[in-house]
């Protein structure tokens, strides 16, 4: 198929939700992708955070080919081996009490976050979250997300939401009523422009909860994964969430959302009370084995810290060189660069130069690598982006 019949089909036969870009991919491996005239480019923002351990990991492969040989799907309704290692894998990482919800998306285990919230609140229903968050596309996750650019022509939205400044304690402290029952937040807003929350902030906000018996919701469907150089970024603030959700890269590719909640409050969603059919397959089930089995055994965690330091130190230089980077923010390896004016063209120009980034809130160059991404690969891309700097 030639890239204009393409183009032509996706113009007529698929909803047009999506900003395009003149791409078609045909082969990924490792941080590289290459499209369908053979041009290889270098990827440094893999499907928004999908892509932790790159494209076509071998052990994410071999467990879904021997998966795909054996059972692809079974109703939740009944059992199987894959889910039930994968629940306990999870809870290795916590090294505490939490029970797993599957789902298919982040915006769906946020979802299951929301309604055990409801069925905890007893008559409570509110939930503050933060401006700038963003936390889904289903209707509720989208009333939660503190953006007013993705909730126009939505309305009315799901009521109970509010959303108050990030990092500020006081203002969240103003938004408590009676009627509250929990706190959303990213603990990195990756939408938002790779904001990073304080630890003050954070240890404010479990106090706050503690205080009014509220519940305290993190949604690492971006961090989570070893993103931020540990496996889930609350493990670097000294605090347990009571929920937390995950989902994007823990998969490898594949779709699968988490909810995981306190073992005090989970089950509280009995029989009935929520459901997702394709939630926690087998398939996709042995695929996040195998990514947390990779980031064990590659030590990715440790990577991911040094890896994030050593390309946070050469944003930092190239901050020095370029009048036009306002400031360099990062957690490990999820990466934000704001600059003083729009985005777009330099995303435009690293694209001609064999570099895929992306740009979020308009000014704010997001850089997100595989976390087995190599010195190599991190100063070929700095090159590119120095370049393409200066270029514009």
Partial sequence: MKKEELFQIYKDCIVPSYTKVPLVFVKGKGSYLWDIDGKKYLDFFPGWGVGNLGHCHSKVMCAIRDQVSKLIFVPNNYHHIA???????????TQKPYKVFFANSGAE????????????????FEIITFIDSFHGRTLAALSATGQKKYQEGFAPLVQGFTSVPFNDLNAVKAAVTDKTVAIMLELVQGEGGINIATPEFVK??????????????????????GRTGTMFAWQQYGIEPDMFTLAKSLGGGLPI??????????????AGTHASTFGGGPVVCRAALAVLRAIQKEKLLKHAKDSGAYLCEALNNLKAKHVHIKEVRAMGLMCGVELTV???????ACIHK???????????LRIMPALNVTRGQINKAVEILDTALGSL
């Fill in 204 to 225: 404010g906000l479990r106090e706050l909860c503690d205080k009014h018996k509220l519940l305290l919701i993190v949604d690492e469907v971006q961090t989570g994964i």
């Fill in 83 to 93: 889910q039930a290692k994968l629940a306990k894998e999870l809870n290795f990482w």
């Fill in 354 to 364: 064999g570099l895929l980034i992306n740009c979020t809130h308009d000014r704010v």
């Fill in 342 to 348: 729009p985005g777009k063209p330099f995303v435009e």
């Fill in 257 to 270: 959302g988490v909810m995981m909640a306190k073992t005090a409050i989970s089950d509280m969603l009995t």
């Fill in 109 to 124: 285990a946020n979802e299951a976050a929301i309604k055990l919230s409801r069925k905890f609140g007893q008559g409570r």
